[in-house]
């Protein structure tokens, strides 16, 4: 009388067994492996808070985020399919696809993260810099792939700035140079360069910073960027990560200071509260800039994006003209209710 009952639930049994793959197989997250534009400091709380909160892992996701070297790295690698996405300066983009016109794995920037460009000129008070103009005839330092220093024609031009000397070093020697007194300005990412000259033992009253948003370069900064094969094969992937990622950043640009132990968790080295002081500056310079809150989070208006491109065109000299239509769409943003995310202007 038990035999029956006892092969029913062997059965059972060896049907749950072999279901349980298929099932895992169904329910398995999706691998997303990200590259940053720079190291685990401060800004890069803005992705790794969706990470330690589950988002990513909530939206079916697997994601890996990994630091990079440099926007030119990152747009190379997502190229190559090293990485599924990034995070990359759109000036760097634009150089790629003008100088790859036929490659047929061109990125394609899918939000926009810095509404303008972090790039800055510095310099200490004591050079007598105090205005764009006074850089003319001088000797300025940069590593030779930095954002500012590539774009600097179109800062040199909007501000009518000529015959200045370049001199080229690593990026950790920039701001040890400038305040040795080896080069009369550098070029860098304000929040990035100024901390780098505080930690140098100089005094923020006695830095000059002209960043290139307030000097007539509305070029857009840091976008997320996406590979071709990811757009065509997973859509519904790149969706999910943006609205993933957006939900982090909110509560990031909320609460920056209490953000920093997520980028702490990933380099454990850090200065927290140089770290911290850092993602507010980004978050209040080209993440909730005055123009990010006219145009919206995570957008790019065309008219501004079309003259970034031709001004790209010029700057870096590219092999074929930047097409804006090419490396940038709005295809995979969140909702206008989810992008909502940056807080009232302080009155």
Do not use: C
């Amino acid at each position: 009388m038990t035999s029956f009952p006892l092969k029913r639930r062997s059965l059972l049994a060896a049907g749950a067994l072999l279901a349980a793959p298929a099932l895992a197989l169904a329910q398995a997250a999706t691998p997303i492996k990200f590259q940053l534009d720079w190291r685990f400091e401060g800004p890069a709380a803005l992705f790794l808070a969706s990470q330690a909160k589950g988002y990513y892992k909530a939206a079916g996701l697997d994601v890996t985020i990994d630091a990079g070297n440099g926007s030119g790295g990152t747009v190379t690698r997502v190229a190559s399919g090293t990485y599924d996405m990034g995070f990359a300066d759109m000036a760097a983009l634009m150089e790629f696809h003008a100088n790859n016109p036929d490659a047929a794995n061109k990125p394609v920037a899918v939000m926009m993260v810095y509404n303008n460009t972090p790039a800055a000129v510095l310099a200490l008070k004591k050079s007598g810099i105090t205005k764009p103009a006074d850089l003319a005839g001088k000797k300025l330092g940069a590593p030779v792939f930095d954002a500012g220093r590539r774009g600097w024609p179109i800062f040199a031009k909007a501000n009518k700035v000529a015959n200045v000397t370049w001199v080229s070093m690593d990026p950790p020697l920039r701001e040890t140079m400038l305040a040795r007194g080896d080069v009369d300005a550098i070029t860098g990412f304000s929040f990035t360069s100024l901390l780098n000259l505080e930690s140098r033992g100089i005094k923020t009253q006695d830095i000059v910073v002209l960043p290139y948003a307030q000097y007539g370069v509305k070029l857009y900064g840091n976008v997320i960027i996406a590979s071709p094969k990811l757009l065509k094969e997973n859509p519904a992937a790149v969706k999910a990560f943006l609205s993933a990622f957006t939900k982090g950043a909110k509560e990031v640009i909320a609460d920056p200071d209490g953000a920093i132990q997520y980028v702490k968790a990933r380099d454990g080295i850090i200065n927290v509260a140089l770290e911290q002081r850092r993602l507010k500056m980004a978050i209040d310079s080209v993440v909730a800039s005055p123009d990010a809150r006219i145009e919206g989070f995570g957008q790019a208006v065309p008219g501004r994006l079309a003259l970034m491109a031709s001004q790209v065109s010029d700057a870096f000299a590219t092999k074929t003209r930047v097409n804006p239509t090419s490396v940038w769409t709005d295809a995979y943003l969140p909702s206008k209710a989810e992008l909502n995310i940056l807080p009232p202007v302080k009155k």
